[in-house]
Protein backbone atom coordinates (compact mmCIF):
# COMPACT_ATOMS: atom_id res chain seq x y z
CA UNK A 1 0.00 0.00 0.00
CA UNK A 2 1.52 3.67 -0.86
CA UNK A 3 0.48 6.59 1.60
CA UNK A 4 1.22 9.69 2.47
CA UNK A 5 3.25 8.95 5.10
CA UNK A 6 5.26 6.82 3.13
CA UNK A 7 9.07 7.95 3.09
CA UNK A 8 10.83 8.16 -0.75
CA UNK A 9 12.73 5.84 0.25
CA UNK A 10 9.85 3.45 1.06
CA UNK A 11 8.34 4.84 -2.24
CA UNK A 12 11.70 3.44 -3.86
CA UNK A 13 11.73 -0.26 -2.14
CA UNK A 14 8.06 -0.37 -3.63
CA UNK A 15 9.18 0.39 -7.02
CA UNK A 16 11.88 -2.19 -6.74
CA UNK A 17 8.56 -4.48 -6.09
CA UNK A 18 7.59 -2.59 -9.55
CA UNK A 19 4.48 -1.19 -7.72
CA UNK A 20 3.57 1.53 -10.16
CA UNK A 21 1.43 3.65 -7.45
CA UNK A 22 4.68 4.43 -5.69
CA UNK A 23 6.28 5.71 -8.70
CA UNK A 24 3.02 7.68 -9.41
CA UNK A 25 3.21 9.30 -5.73
CA UNK A 26 6.97 9.83 -6.20
CA UNK A 27 6.14 11.71 -8.70
CA UNK A 28 3.41 13.51 -7.23
CA UNK A 29 6.17 14.41 -4.38
CA UNK A 30 8.93 15.91 -6.57
CA UNK A 31 7.42 16.55 -9.95
CA UNK A 32 7.48 20.72 -9.44
CA UNK A 33 11.68 20.30 -8.26
CA UNK A 34 12.09 18.26 -11.07
CA UNK A 35 10.07 20.21 -13.54
CA UNK A 36 11.91 23.44 -12.14
CA UNK A 37 14.96 22.52 -12.29
CA UNK A 38 14.72 21.14 -15.69
CA UNK A 39 13.21 23.80 -17.19
CA UNK A 40 16.03 26.14 -15.51
CA UNK A 41 18.61 24.32 -16.93
CA UNK A 42 16.71 23.75 -21.30
CA UNK A 43 14.59 26.95 -20.76
CA UNK A 44 12.13 24.61 -22.94
CA UNK A 45 8.84 23.88 -21.28
CA UNK A 46 8.70 20.52 -24.14
CA UNK A 47 12.08 19.87 -23.21
CA UNK A 48 11.79 19.88 -19.35
CA UNK A 49 8.71 17.73 -19.82
CA UNK A 50 10.49 14.79 -21.78
CA UNK A 51 13.70 15.24 -19.65
CA UNK A 52 11.24 14.53 -16.58
CA UNK A 53 9.62 11.99 -18.47
CA UNK A 54 13.02 9.92 -18.91
CA UNK A 55 14.52 10.48 -15.91
CA UNK A 56 11.11 8.89 -13.63
CA UNK A 57 11.39 6.46 -16.12
CA UNK A 58 14.87 6.04 -15.30
CA UNK A 59 13.71 6.16 -11.92
CA UNK A 60 11.15 3.22 -12.37
CA UNK A 61 13.85 1.02 -14.39
CA UNK A 62 17.07 1.82 -12.04
CA UNK A 63 15.38 1.33 -8.67
CA UNK A 64 17.32 -1.68 -7.75
CA UNK A 65 20.52 0.73 -7.95
CA UNK A 66 19.14 3.23 -5.73
CA UNK A 67 21.63 3.09 -2.59
CA UNK A 68 19.88 4.45 0.28
CA UNK A 69 22.74 4.78 2.81
CA UNK A 70 24.13 7.11 -0.26
CA UNK A 71 21.53 9.90 -1.08
CA UNK A 72 18.00 10.27 0.13
CA UNK A 73 15.43 9.61 -2.35
CA UNK A 74 14.68 13.37 -3.23
CA UNK A 75 18.30 14.11 -3.91
CA UNK A 76 18.56 10.47 -6.35
CA UNK A 77 15.54 11.54 -8.41
CA UNK A 78 16.67 15.20 -8.67
CA UNK A 79 20.31 14.10 -9.44
CA UNK A 80 18.62 12.12 -12.26
CA UNK A 81 16.64 14.66 -13.79
CA UNK A 82 20.26 16.70 -13.37
CA UNK A 83 22.35 13.91 -15.49
CA UNK A 84 19.46 13.95 -18.25
CA UNK A 85 18.92 17.37 -18.88
CA UNK A 86 22.89 17.94 -18.68
CA UNK A 87 23.03 15.24 -21.58
CA UNK A 88 20.22 17.02 -23.69
CA UNK A 89 22.40 20.12 -22.99
CA UNK A 90 25.29 19.01 -24.20
CA UNK A 91 23.59 17.25 -27.47
CA UNK A 92 22.45 20.44 -28.45
CA UNK A 93 24.40 22.26 -31.06
CA UNK A 94 23.37 25.94 -29.30
CA UNK A 95 22.48 27.27 -25.71
CA UNK A 96 19.55 28.69 -24.11
CA UNK A 97 20.02 31.46 -22.82
CA UNK A 98 18.87 31.10 -19.30
CA UNK A 99 15.56 31.41 -18.87
CA UNK A 100 13.05 34.55 -18.19
CA UNK A 101 10.88 32.78 -15.32
CA UNK A 102 8.41 35.84 -16.26
CA UNK A 103 7.65 34.68 -19.51
CA UNK A 104 4.27 33.16 -19.06
CA UNK A 105 5.09 30.30 -17.17
CA UNK A 106 2.71 29.20 -14.56
CA UNK A 107 4.08 29.46 -11.16
CA UNK A 108 3.13 26.07 -8.79
CA UNK A 109 0.18 26.77 -7.43
CA UNK A 110 -1.26 23.21 -6.79
CA UNK A 111 1.29 22.13 -3.51
CA UNK A 112 0.60 21.65 -0.15
CA UNK A 113 0.89 25.07 0.78
CA UNK A 114 2.75 24.11 3.95
CA UNK A 115 5.13 21.86 1.55
CA UNK A 116 4.87 25.27 -0.77
CA UNK A 117 6.10 27.83 1.64
CA UNK A 118 8.89 25.05 3.24
CA UNK A 119 10.36 25.17 -0.14
CA UNK A 120 10.27 28.90 -0.93
CA UNK A 121 11.78 29.83 2.44
CA UNK A 122 14.38 27.37 1.70
CA UNK A 123 14.49 28.19 -1.70
CA UNK A 124 15.02 31.64 -0.42
CA UNK A 125 17.68 30.85 1.82
CA UNK A 126 19.38 28.68 -1.02
CA UNK A 127 19.26 31.96 -3.58
CA UNK A 128 20.28 33.73 -0.69
CA UNK A 129 23.64 31.56 -0.34
CA UNK A 130 24.43 31.78 -3.89
CA UNK A 131 24.44 35.68 -3.32
CA UNK A 132 26.30 35.50 -0.84
CA UNK A 133 29.06 34.31 -2.73
CA UNK A 134 31.64 36.66 -4.85
CA UNK A 135 30.64 37.21 -8.65
CA UNK A 136 33.18 34.40 -9.97
CA UNK A 137 32.54 32.08 -7.68
CA UNK A 138 28.38 32.25 -8.20
CA UNK A 139 29.11 32.77 -11.61
CA UNK A 140 31.41 29.10 -11.76
CA UNK A 141 28.73 27.18 -9.97
CA UNK A 142 25.74 28.84 -12.15
CA UNK A 143 27.51 27.86 -15.73
CA UNK A 144 28.55 24.13 -13.88
CA UNK A 145 24.89 23.09 -12.56
CA UNK A 146 22.38 25.58 -13.97
CA UNK A 147 23.84 26.14 -17.80
CA UNK A 148 25.66 22.26 -18.18
CA UNK A 149 29.00 23.70 -19.04
CA UNK A 150 32.23 20.91 -18.36
CA UNK A 151 35.11 22.33 -16.20
CA UNK A 152 36.92 23.14 -19.72
CA UNK A 153 34.36 25.04 -21.50
CA UNK A 154 33.69 27.06 -18.08
CA UNK A 155 37.33 28.25 -18.47
CA UNK A 156 37.04 28.38 -22.23
CA UNK A 157 34.23 30.69 -21.32
CA UNK A 158 35.61 32.88 -19.04
CA UNK A 159 39.22 32.79 -20.86
CA UNK A 160 41.11 31.57 -17.58
CA UNK A 161 42.76 28.58 -16.81
CA UNK A 162 41.26 25.09 -16.26
CA UNK A 163 42.75 24.92 -13.11
CA UNK A 164 41.46 28.12 -11.61
CA UNK A 165 38.18 26.60 -12.51
CA UNK A 166 38.42 23.36 -10.37
CA UNK A 167 39.52 25.46 -7.29
CA UNK A 168 36.52 27.91 -7.46
CA UNK A 169 33.68 25.54 -7.99
CA UNK A 170 35.50 23.56 -4.55
CA UNK A 171 35.85 26.50 -2.70
CA UNK A 172 32.42 27.92 -3.65
CA UNK A 173 30.88 24.92 -2.48
CA UNK A 174 32.90 24.94 0.39
CA UNK A 175 31.92 28.33 1.00
CA UNK A 176 28.06 27.78 0.16
CA UNK A 177 28.22 24.56 2.83
CA UNK A 178 29.33 27.01 5.86
CA UNK A 179 26.67 29.50 4.27
CA UNK A 180 23.54 27.24 4.34
CA UNK A 181 24.63 25.79 7.63
CA UNK A 182 24.10 29.28 8.62
CA UNK A 183 21.05 29.61 7.56
CA UNK A 184 19.69 26.53 8.42
CA UNK A 185 19.08 24.99 5.56
CA UNK A 186 18.20 21.08 5.99
CA UNK A 187 21.32 19.39 4.05
CA UNK A 188 21.37 15.95 5.67
CA UNK A 189 19.80 13.47 3.71
CA UNK A 190 15.84 12.54 5.08
CA UNK B 1 47.24 13.49 -18.50
CA UNK B 2 45.33 13.06 -15.17
CA UNK B 3 47.56 11.70 -12.31
CA UNK B 4 46.13 10.56 -9.10
CA UNK B 5 47.45 13.41 -7.88
CA UNK B 6 45.41 16.08 -9.49
CA UNK B 7 42.63 13.82 -9.88
CA UNK B 8 41.89 15.49 -5.95
CA UNK B 9 40.86 18.34 -7.66
CA UNK B 10 38.01 17.18 -9.77
CA UNK B 11 35.52 16.64 -6.75
CA UNK B 12 33.95 20.36 -7.09
CA UNK B 13 33.73 19.79 -11.00
CA UNK B 14 32.28 15.47 -10.36
CA UNK B 15 29.34 16.92 -7.50
CA UNK B 16 28.63 19.44 -10.04
CA UNK B 17 27.94 17.45 -13.48
CA UNK B 18 31.17 19.22 -15.12
CA UNK B 19 33.18 16.69 -15.75
CA UNK B 20 33.55 15.33 -19.45
CA UNK B 21 32.20 11.85 -19.76
CA UNK B 22 36.17 10.68 -20.57
CA UNK B 23 36.91 13.04 -17.37
CA UNK B 24 34.24 11.62 -14.73
CA UNK B 25 34.93 7.60 -15.55
CA UNK B 26 38.77 8.41 -14.52
CA UNK B 27 37.71 10.21 -11.51
CA UNK B 28 35.33 7.59 -10.61
CA UNK B 29 37.90 4.70 -11.13
CA UNK B 30 40.04 7.23 -8.71
CA UNK B 31 37.50 7.71 -6.15
CA UNK B 32 36.80 3.91 -5.83
CA UNK B 33 40.19 3.47 -4.00
CA UNK B 34 40.51 7.10 -2.32
CA UNK B 35 38.60 7.61 1.24
CA UNK B 36 39.79 11.30 1.69
CA UNK B 37 37.84 12.08 -2.14
CA UNK B 38 34.43 9.76 -1.01
CA UNK B 39 34.61 11.96 2.15
CA UNK B 40 34.88 15.69 0.24
CA UNK B 41 31.82 14.36 -2.47
CA UNK B 42 29.88 12.98 -0.06
CA UNK B 43 30.08 16.42 1.59
CA UNK B 44 29.87 18.86 -1.34
CA UNK B 45 27.06 16.56 -2.79
CA UNK B 46 25.60 17.52 0.33
CA UNK B 47 25.47 20.90 -0.83
CA UNK B 48 24.53 20.25 -4.43
CA UNK B 49 21.29 18.21 -3.32
CA UNK B 50 19.78 21.80 -2.35
CA UNK B 51 20.78 23.71 -5.31
CA UNK B 52 17.39 23.03 -6.99
CA UNK B 53 15.61 24.70 -4.16
CA UNK B 54 17.20 27.48 -6.12
CA UNK B 55 14.65 27.66 -9.01
CA UNK B 56 11.53 29.25 -8.83
CA UNK B 57 8.97 26.78 -9.02
CA UNK B 58 7.03 25.98 -11.97
CA UNK B 59 4.50 23.75 -12.37
CA UNK B 60 4.70 21.00 -15.05
CA UNK B 61 1.72 20.39 -17.02
CA UNK B 62 -0.89 17.66 -15.86
CA UNK B 63 -0.51 15.62 -19.15
CA UNK B 64 2.94 15.20 -18.15
CA UNK B 65 2.01 12.70 -15.14
CA UNK B 66 -0.75 11.08 -18.11
CA UNK B 67 2.20 9.98 -20.11
CA UNK B 68 4.36 9.16 -17.29
CA UNK B 69 2.07 6.77 -16.57
CA UNK B 70 0.79 5.36 -19.94
CA UNK B 71 4.28 4.61 -20.55
CA UNK B 72 5.14 2.99 -17.10
CA UNK B 73 2.51 0.71 -17.71
CA UNK B 74 3.12 0.28 -21.30
CA UNK B 75 6.08 -1.46 -19.77
CA UNK B 76 4.95 -3.53 -17.38
CA UNK B 77 2.56 -4.71 -20.47
CA UNK B 78 5.35 -5.55 -22.64
CA UNK B 79 7.38 -7.80 -19.62
CA UNK B 80 4.03 -9.25 -18.62
CA UNK B 81 3.20 -12.72 -20.09
CA UNK B 82 1.43 -11.31 -23.34
CA UNK B 83 -1.55 -13.73 -24.92
CA UNK B 84 -2.95 -17.26 -23.60
CA UNK B 85 -1.67 -19.62 -25.92
CA UNK B 86 -3.85 -22.67 -26.66
CA UNK B 87 -4.06 -24.85 -23.70
CA UNK B 88 -4.46 -21.72 -21.49
CA UNK B 89 -2.02 -19.72 -19.69
CA UNK B 90 -3.46 -17.49 -16.79
CA UNK B 91 -3.06 -13.74 -18.13
CA UNK B 92 -1.05 -11.28 -15.95
CA UNK B 93 -3.14 -9.87 -13.13
CA UNK B 94 -5.89 -11.90 -12.35
CA UNK B 95 -7.57 -11.00 -16.19
CA UNK B 96 -9.74 -13.17 -17.91
CA UNK B 97 -7.61 -15.90 -20.53
CA UNK B 98 -7.65 -15.03 -24.20
CA UNK B 99 -8.09 -18.15 -26.12
CA UNK B 100 -7.00 -17.51 -29.57
CA UNK B 101 -8.05 -19.57 -32.10
CA UNK B 102 -6.78 -22.97 -32.67
CA UNK B 103 -4.80 -22.16 -35.75
CA UNK B 104 -2.56 -19.59 -33.45
CA UNK B 105 0.26 -21.73 -32.32
CA UNK B 106 2.99 -21.50 -30.00
CA UNK B 107 5.35 -20.03 -32.39
CA UNK B 108 2.69 -17.28 -33.41
CA UNK B 109 2.66 -16.38 -29.61
CA UNK B 110 5.61 -15.51 -30.08
CA UNK B 111 5.76 -13.60 -32.96
CA UNK B 112 3.49 -11.72 -30.92
CA UNK B 113 5.45 -11.29 -28.03
CA UNK B 114 8.06 -10.13 -30.16
CA UNK B 115 6.11 -8.01 -32.58
CA UNK B 116 3.21 -6.58 -30.94
CA UNK B 117 4.80 -6.23 -27.06
CA UNK B 118 1.86 -3.94 -26.12
CA UNK B 119 -1.01 -5.87 -27.75
CA UNK B 120 -1.77 -7.39 -24.21
CA UNK B 121 -4.91 -9.30 -22.78
CA UNK B 122 -6.45 -6.06 -21.88
CA UNK B 123 -8.30 -6.99 -24.95
CA UNK B 124 -10.01 -9.57 -23.67
CA UNK B 125 -12.36 -7.48 -22.56
CA UNK B 126 -12.97 -4.95 -25.45
CA UNK B 127 -13.21 -8.27 -27.80
CA UNK B 128 -15.97 -10.13 -25.58
CA UNK B 129 -18.02 -6.75 -26.08
CA UNK B 130 -17.07 -6.18 -30.41
CA UNK B 131 -17.55 -9.12 -32.39
CA UNK B 132 -15.95 -7.23 -35.13
CA UNK B 133 -12.65 -6.39 -33.36
CA UNK B 134 -13.03 -10.13 -32.50
CA UNK B 135 -13.18 -11.12 -36.05
CA UNK B 136 -10.49 -8.36 -37.07
CA UNK B 137 -8.21 -9.75 -34.14
CA UNK B 138 -8.66 -13.81 -35.27
CA UNK B 139 -7.47 -12.22 -38.95
CA UNK B 140 -4.78 -10.81 -37.87
CA UNK B 141 -3.73 -13.98 -35.79
CA UNK B 142 -4.33 -15.98 -38.79
CA UNK B 143 -2.01 -13.89 -41.18
CA UNK B 144 0.81 -13.94 -38.45
CA UNK B 145 0.91 -17.51 -38.20
CA UNK B 146 0.37 -17.64 -41.72
CA UNK B 147 4.05 -15.64 -41.85
CA UNK B 148 3.21 -11.89 -42.20
CA UNK B 149 5.13 -9.23 -41.83
CA UNK B 150 5.13 -7.23 -38.40
CA UNK B 151 6.48 -3.83 -38.49
CA UNK B 152 6.64 -1.76 -35.14
CA UNK B 153 5.18 2.11 -35.86
CA UNK B 154 6.84 4.16 -32.84
CA UNK B 155 5.17 7.48 -31.43
CA UNK B 156 6.48 10.72 -32.58
CA UNK B 157 7.24 13.55 -29.91
CA UNK B 158 3.54 14.61 -30.77
CA UNK B 159 2.25 11.58 -28.78
CA UNK B 160 4.35 9.81 -26.41
CA UNK B 161 2.90 6.50 -25.16
CA UNK B 162 1.32 5.66 -28.03
CA UNK B 163 2.66 2.81 -30.06
CA UNK B 164 1.27 0.66 -33.17
CA UNK B 165 2.26 -2.01 -35.44
CA UNK B 166 1.72 -2.76 -39.09
CA UNK B 167 0.26 -6.64 -40.13
CA UNK B 168 1.15 -6.67 -43.65
CA UNK B 169 -0.22 -10.55 -44.96
CA UNK B 170 1.50 -12.74 -47.12
CA UNK B 171 0.43 -12.25 -50.91
CA UNK B 172 -0.16 -8.64 -50.63
CA UNK B 173 -3.56 -8.68 -49.05
CA UNK B 174 -4.55 -5.82 -47.31
CA UNK B 175 -2.90 -4.44 -43.77
CA UNK B 176 -3.89 -3.90 -40.67
CA UNK B 177 -3.08 -1.30 -38.32
CA UNK B 178 -2.96 -2.35 -34.60
CA UNK B 179 -2.66 0.96 -32.64
CA UNK B 180 -2.51 1.60 -28.91
CA UNK B 181 -2.47 4.34 -26.78
CA UNK B 182 -3.15 7.34 -29.14
CA UNK B 183 -5.94 9.89 -27.13
CA UNK B 184 -9.05 10.95 -28.65
CA UNK B 185 -8.57 13.82 -31.65
CA UNK B 186 -9.93 17.12 -31.37
CA UNK B 187 -13.44 17.41 -32.27
CA UNK B 188 -13.98 16.72 -35.88
CA UNK B 189 -10.91 15.50 -36.36
CA UNK B 190 -9.34 12.25 -37.08
CA UNK B 191 -6.54 10.24 -37.46
CA UNK B 192 -5.06 9.28 -41.40
CA UNK B 193 -3.12 6.70 -42.10
CA UNK B 194 -0.28 7.17 -44.79
CA UNK B 195 1.95 4.70 -46.48
CA UNK B 196 4.97 6.41 -48.17
CA UNK B 197 7.31 5.13 -50.61
CA UNK B 198 11.08 6.68 -51.33
CA UNK B 199 10.71 9.98 -51.93
CA UNK B 200 6.93 9.82 -53.84
CA UNK B 201 4.29 11.90 -52.25
CA UNK B 202 2.58 10.08 -49.05
CA UNK B 203 -0.24 7.59 -50.06
CA UNK B 204 -3.70 8.07 -48.04
CA UNK B 205 -5.07 4.65 -46.63
CA UNK B 206 -7.60 5.10 -44.62
CA UNK B 207 -9.21 7.05 -41.83
CA UNK B 208 -9.80 6.03 -37.52
CA UNK B 209 -10.64 6.97 -34.58
CA UNK B 210 -9.34 5.89 -31.30
CA UNK B 211 -11.57 2.94 -29.86
CA UNK B 212 -10.69 3.87 -25.98
CA UNK B 213 -7.09 2.81 -24.26
CA UNK B 214 -7.27 -0.65 -25.45
CA UNK B 215 -5.46 -1.70 -28.36
CA UNK B 216 -7.37 -1.57 -31.45
CA UNK B 217 -7.11 -3.26 -35.10
CA UNK B 218 -7.35 -1.22 -37.74
CA UNK B 219 -8.31 -3.09 -41.01
CA UNK B 220 -6.68 -1.19 -43.52
CA UNK B 221 -8.29 -1.47 -47.43
CA UNK B 222 -4.62 -1.93 -49.03
CA UNK B 223 -1.78 -3.88 -49.08
CA UNK B 224 1.37 -1.91 -47.54
CA UNK B 225 4.04 -4.30 -49.37
CA UNK B 226 5.97 -2.02 -51.90
CA UNK B 227 5.87 0.90 -49.61
CA UNK B 228 8.88 1.62 -47.03
CA UNK B 229 7.46 4.18 -44.27
CA UNK B 230 3.59 4.06 -42.64
CA UNK B 231 2.72 7.03 -40.50
CA UNK B 232 -0.37 8.80 -38.73
CA UNK B 233 -1.47 12.26 -38.78
CA UNK B 234 -4.00 14.06 -37.12
CA UNK B 235 -6.36 15.72 -39.69
CA UNK B 236 -9.87 17.94 -40.03
CA UNK B 237 -11.28 14.74 -41.81
CA UNK B 238 -10.04 12.74 -45.15
CA UNK B 239 -7.74 14.30 -46.82
CA UNK B 240 -5.95 14.02 -49.62
CA UNK B 241 -1.76 14.67 -48.58
CA UNK B 242 -0.89 15.42 -44.81
CA UNK B 243 -1.31 18.53 -42.91
CA UNK B 244 -1.40 17.68 -39.62
CA UNK B 245 1.21 16.73 -36.96
CA UNK B 246 2.52 12.92 -37.12
CA UNK B 247 1.79 10.89 -34.34
CA UNK B 248 3.09 7.88 -35.73
CA UNK B 249 5.88 7.00 -38.37
CA UNK B 250 8.42 4.20 -38.91
CA UNK B 251 9.52 2.07 -41.25
CA UNK B 252 7.47 -0.72 -43.20
CA UNK B 253 9.48 -4.45 -43.10
CA UNK B 254 9.63 -5.93 -45.96
Known amino acids: MVSDEQSDNDLIAAIQRRDARALEKLYDRHRVLAYSLALRLLGSPGDAEDVVQEAFLNVWRAAHTFR ?123 | MNTDENEHDQVGAYVLDALSDEERLAFERHLAGCEACQAEVADLQRVVDVLPLACDA ?128 AARHVYEVWFIRGHAKPVPVTVFSPAGSEPQVVPLPMSASGYTLAAVTVEPGRVQAPTGPMVLAGPLTA
Open chain 1, 68 to 190: ADRSSGRSWVLSVVHHRAIDKLRNRQSRPQSVALEEGMNRADSMDVWQDVAARLTGQMVRGALDALPREQRETIELAYFRGYTQSQIAEHLDIPLGTVKGRMRIALQKLKLLLEGSQVELSTE
Open chain 2, 58 to 185: VEPSPALRDRLMAAIEAEQDERAPLVAIPGGRTAPRGRMRWRLPEIVGIAAAAILVIGLGLWNVHLQQQINQDRSALAYQQQVAQAIAAGAAVSSIPATSKSPGASAAVVQPRNRRPAYLIVQGLKPA
